[in-house]
């Protein structure tokens, strides 16, 4: 069974810094796209961030320059590293996964519980 747990939230003041980690664990064969989405009270859930197998980026206009994405993928392991921080940027952060179990197995979609960062002073 595969699980997707993410770690590294919390409460941060306006331009701190945070660093989000998400593993996946269990029986994978291949991880493609590693995405981070976030979701605020009362609106969408939004794309933050995508990282590509091979390591190809994608930022949603409203973080970039300040979040990186990247991943390990000896460890199954995706992290976005937050900087200069806004009160906006307060969500819960979900980690989001397509892989293969078994090869030439279907392509699921995997997502974790997500992790809750608050920006405020």
């Known amino acids: 069974q595969v699980q997707l747990v993410e770690s590294g939230g919390g409460l941060v003041q306006p331009g701190g810094s945070l660093r989000l980690s998400c593993a996946a664990s269990g029986s994978i064969y291949n991880l493609y796209a590693m995405k981070w989405y976030r979701q605020a009270p009362g609106k969408q859930r939004e794309l933050v961030a995508l990282?590509?197998?091979?390591?190809?980026?994608i930022y949603a206009d409203s973080v970039k320059g300040r979040f990186t994405i990247s991943r390990d993928n000896a460890k199954n392991t995706v992290h976005l590293q937050m900087n200069s921080l806004k009160p906006e940027d307060t969500a819960v952060y979900l980690c989001?996964?397509?892989?293969?179990?078994?090869?030439?197995?279907?392509?699921?979609?995997?997502w974790g519980q997500g992790t809750q960062v608050t920006v405020s002073s």
């Open positions: 989001n996964s397509l892989l293969v179990v078994v090869p030439g197995g279907p392509m699921g979609d995997y």
């Open positions: 990282i590509t197998s091979v390591g190809t980026t």
